[in-house]
């Protein structure tokens, strides 16, 4: 009984995520040009990071999940970047629901997917070709631009999803940005994701996510970049070892 239901979420999952992105998602960004026209590009912008929000809110929904939230009060009012563990690529609506609509430096295989790199282009993403270090410094440059001007970013430094969900170490470079811009770090912790999406596994799994947003960290009172990584990373280890005992289904 359970993995017919588990079938029956995926079905219904992929049709209706599909349907939002593609369809309803046009229909956002174009709506957005008119109010830009209209009414401005302020009203334009809230519009459509709204229902990017809504997006992110419903993903659980249609996934028939529950998010648990902890430390929204920590969300600064200045431009930050996010750095938050990665678990599973239901990480990214859980962030832009419940802590930010910013950008994401995104792999350039997801250029060519509808819905999904219109709005990364929208809240000024960026994709790169690990291939290509050219193309990564270009890209990179106007990752920072966008930092100084205002957009939030949001990055997973272990670089790839966690198979148990322990935190992977760090990769070189993670912290950079935050560094060369000095905008703070807002450390997010996530928990339970992986469940949800479990490797290897055509079936999506319901079930329950924890998220913990830890106070923000100033870079400039780090002397270097390693420093300031290490120091984020055993934010996160702390705070997803407690989300992990607060599991009741997976604990242990």
Do not use: C
Request: no cysteine.
């Amino acid at each position: 009984m359970r993995k017919v239901f588990r079938i029956f979420t995926t079905i219904y999952f992929v049709i209706i995520a599909t349907i939002y992105l593609v369809f309803y998602g046009g229909f956002v960004l174009s709506w957005g040009k008119i109010l830009k026209i209209f009414k401005g590009e302020e009203a334009s912008k809230k519009y459509v990071l709204n229902e990017v929000r809504k997006f992110g809110v419903r993903a659980f929904s249609w996934l028939f999940s529950k998010v648990h939230i902890e430390g929204q009060e920590n969300i600064p009012d200045e431009t930050f970047m996010v750095a938050a563990n990665h678990q599973s690529l239901m990480d990214i609506p859980l962030i832009l629901a419940y802590v930010t609509r910013g950008g994401f430096i995104a792999k350039r295989e997801l250029e060519k997917i509808p819905g999904v790199s219109w709005f990364i282009k929208y809240m000024g993403g960026v994709f790169i070709d690990r291939n290509d270090p050219r193309q990564i410094a270009g890209e990179i440059k106007k990752v920072l631009k966008n930092l100084r001007d205002g957009v939030n970013y949001i990055v997973f430094p272990e670089g790839t999803r966690t198979r148990d969900g322990n935190v992977l170490e760090f990769k070189k470079g993670s912290m950079a940005l935050a560094m060369k811009t000095k905008v703070k770090v807002l450390p997010v912790a996530i928990w339970g994701t992986m469940y949800l999406v479990p490797k290897r596994s055509l079936l999506f799994d319901p079930g329950e996510v924890y998220l913990k947003i830890l106070p923000p960290v100033d870079p400039v009172k780090f002397k270097s970049e390693e420093e300031l990584m290490e120091y984020v990373r055993s934010m996160i280890v702390e705070a997803v070892e407690e989300l992990r005992s607060k599991d009741k289904k997976h604990k242990g």
